[in-house]
């Protein structure tokens, strides 16, 4: 008796000292915005602060089911989420989806992927490069791809009845992914985890056939072909670009953007977030107020993106595509 009263004294102090620990509280949508109260979000975020000895933060996120989202470590998590160490996902079922490791953000190191089911998916192997290469990464493309420095090396892939298509970093992989209204499929050979001589394939959403050559996971050179006409490409996605890159963007939001007369004098600031697509001659069209602050420091924001001069559009294995893009204009005094 006297045993078990010791250890639910243990029990009952380290969930005190657990439950001071000093937390921050994120109710999200699942777009990444922020709302007030638990009910009305679809993902709740609470970072907490390290461990003893660790200087990487707790994460913990979970569904507005109660689910868990995700569990991990970050080294950073304002203005956005830095993972570090191993990172595991789950579905709103509250099953697992992956376990990824994390270096400094980027995935490093063996991942693997699951089915509903608990069978493994795919065995990954991350390696970062040091590309330094400017690129302007739009929102809701595959050109989103762009955002991991790593080249990545496929282990292990089996499909969800446990059928093997690649074993030890060798097999042949026909990729398929099923969307609402399209769908995109790759086919061709791995050799050491790493595409290998000719892939072939099809987009219905872009309405184009692709052939591809590869070296040791690298593209040599590539063709599509729509509308019965043939674009070559050495680089499966290129993403738009402002001239003069990433900075030269900055510096015209920056020069550009002016405050109103009538806001800064009745002391209105804040936020305002817009998005645009950069459509398929490099235009910016279909500007839209995401957050707003008032309507004069909104109709600022939508002229400065309005007089942006033509950007490079971005491609999509050589055909010209729409990005879709944030921007946030902060008005402060």
């Known amino acids: ?26 109710f999200l949508k699942n777009n990444g915005d922020r709302v007030l109260i638990k009910e009305q979000a679809d993902i709740i975020r609470i970072i907490e602060e390290p461990d003893s000895g660790d200087t990487r933060f707790k994460l913990y996120e979970f569904y507005n089911n109660s689910k868990r989202k995700t569990l991990g470590h970050l080294i950073s998590f304002e203005p956005t989420l830095i993972y570090d160490g191993v990172v595991m996902g789950f ?44 690129q302007m990464i739009g929102l809701n493309s595959s050109l989103t791809s762009f955002l991991f420095k790593t080249n990545s090396k496929i282990i292990f892939d089996s499909d969800s009845s446990g059928t093997i298509n690649i074993e030890n970093g060798k097999g042949h992989l026909k990729e398929i992914n099923k969307y609402k209204e399209f769908e995109v499929v790759e086919e061709g050979d ?34 599509s072909v729509k509308d019965g006409k043939t674009y070559p490409y050495i680089a499966s996605m290129q993403p738009p670009e402002y001239k003069g890159g990433q900075k030269a963007w900055n510096n015209f939001i920056a020069s550009t953007t002016k405050y109103p007369a009538d806001a800064l004098r009745n002391g209105i600031r804040g936020t305002v977030k817009t998005s645009f697509v950069v459509d398929k001659t490099g235009n910016i069209v279909d500007i839209v107020i995401e957050r707003s602050v008032e309507s004069s420091l909104d109709e600022e924001a939508k002229r400065v993106l309005r007089y942006s001069s033509r950007w490079e559009p971005g491609k999509q294995r050589g055909i010209p595509v729409r990005v879709k893009y944030t921007q946030s204009f902060n008005f402060a005094f």
Do not use: C
Request: without cysteine; aromatic residues 14%.
């Open 190 to 223: 791995y050799l050491d985890g790493m595409k290998t001589g000719i892939w072939t394939g099809y987009d219905t959403q872009i309405g184009y056939t692709f052939k591809e050559n590869y070296e040791v996971n690298k593209l040599v050179s590539g063709e």
């Open 1 to 26: 008796m006297q045993l078990r009263l010791i250890l639910l004294f243990s029990f009952l102090i380290t969930l005190s000292v657990h439950a001071q620990k000093a937390q921050n509280v994120y």
């Open 91 to 134: 579905d709103s079922l509250g099953k697992r989806t992956e376990t990824v490791n994390y270096k400094n953000g980027a995935p490093f190191g063996l991942a693997t992927y699951f089915y509903p089911n608990g069978k493994i998916k795919r065995k990954t192997e991350y390696i970062p490069t040091n590309s330094s290469a400017n």
